[in-house]
């Protein structure tokens, strides 16, 4: 079966770093587009990041762009996320998420396995 599982989260400092993992199980991975989503407390999911399934290809939603990267290692079976410039309104479950096809997207849709996820707090 389909596993997503999510690490890397934890509590930072504004302007600091972290790099999230989602490794990857039951499907193959190297086959099909991927993406990051985000649910900050009391707010419904929000897309971030797409990479498509070679890497090739990525997408940032504007509050991100210029701060985070995403990349993925095909051989590992694992995506990732480099946050960097991190700011309060960051604060989040990150969540990764499968995408239906080879092709990355903007946006919640054409998603059919998601994470648990892993918690990111940026506070002073």
């Known amino acids: 079966q389909v596993q997503l599982v999510e690490s890397g989260g934890g509590l930072v400092r504004p302007g600091g770093s972290l790099r999230l993992s989602c490794a990857a199980s039951?499907?193959?991975?190297?086959?099909?587009?991927m993406s990051w989503v985000r649910q900050a407390p009391g707010k419904g999911l929000e897309w971030v990041s797409d990479?498509?399934?070679?890497?090739?290809?990525?997408d940032y939603a504007d509050a991100v762009e210029g701060r985070f990267t995403i990349s993925r290692d095909n051989a590992k079976s694992t995506l990732y996320l480099q946050m960097n410039s991190l700011e309060p309104d960051d604060t989040a479950v990150y969540h990764c998420?499968?995408?239906?096809?080879?092709?990355?997207?903007?946006?919640?849709?054409?998603?059919?396995?998601r994470g648990q996820g892993t918690q990111v707090t940026v506070s002073s």
């Open positions: 990479i498509n399934s070679n890497g090739a290809y990525t």
């Open positions: 039951g499907f193959a991975f190297s086959d099909y587009a």
């Open positions: 998420a499968k995408r239906l096809s080879l092709f990355a997207m903007r946006g919640l849709g054409a998603v059919d396995y």
